[in-house]
């Protein structure tokens, strides 16, 4: 695992891998960390960082999926240029939504490294109207920036296990 605040890193490991039960180790830099992985979560607060990018598309390596899911404002960014242009493919949650309000896209769009034709929206291929992944060997990116229906879900299945629980108070009779 990697943070560019060496504290948290240590915190992070003392604390997830015992939780977890897993071996959790700490490395010096974000490529170390990414190296031969399959699946890379980017969520970062690249806001409050010198160098905002967090991923950068030349440490991608066949099969990896990347999940850059932390710049979702237009002034934001976490990955560079060439991760869009390395991916072969890339989903996101909605074409017209991602290019109006990621700063990576923004990015990459003015940098002439974002192809349309490889961008496909995550329902199309939760159902089946396109394809996501077309080998093992092929380098996905997927990237969010969250929509209200993802939010609208989510509340609803907090929602459901609420009721399950018998916790919480309805408050329908007084919207009525």
């Given at each position: 695992m990697f943070s560019p605040n060496?504290?948290?890193?240590?915190?992070f490991v003392a604390r997830m891998g015992p939780a977890l039960g897993v071996d959790v180790r700490v490395v010096d830099s974000a490529e170390?960390?990414?190296r031969g992985a399959d699946i890379v979560v980017v969520a970062t607060n690249s806001?409050?960082?010198?160098?905002?990018?967090?991923y950068r598309g030349a440490w991608m390596e066949p099969?990896?999926?990347?999940?850059?899911?932390?710049?979702?404002?237009?002034?934001?960014?976490?990955?560079?240029?060439?991760?869009?242009?390395?991916?072969?493919c890339i989903v996101v949650d909605s074409t017209a939504q991602v290019e109006e309000e990621s700063g990576d896209v923004k990015a990459a769009?003015?940098?002439?490294?974002?192809?349309?034709a490889k961008v496909v929206d995550l329902k199309e291929v939760l159902v089946g109207q396109a394809q996501g992944r077309t080998s093992a060997q092929q380098m996905v990116l997927f990237k969010s920036v969250g929509t209200a229906v993802q939010d609208v879900m989510a509340g609803f299945v907090?929602?459901?296990e609420a009721l399950r629980q018998g916790r919480g108070?309805?408050?329908g009779e007084f919207l009525e």
């Open positions: 060496p504290e948290r890193r240590a915190r170390e960390c990414v806001f409050a960082r010198p160098d905002p990018i967090a099969g990896v999926l990347v999940d850059a899911i932390g710049s979702t404002s237009t002034f934001l960014r976490e990955i560079d240029a060439d991760t869009f242009q390395r991916a072969e769009l003015s940098e002439g490294k974002y192809d349309r907090v929602y459901e108070q309805d408050i």
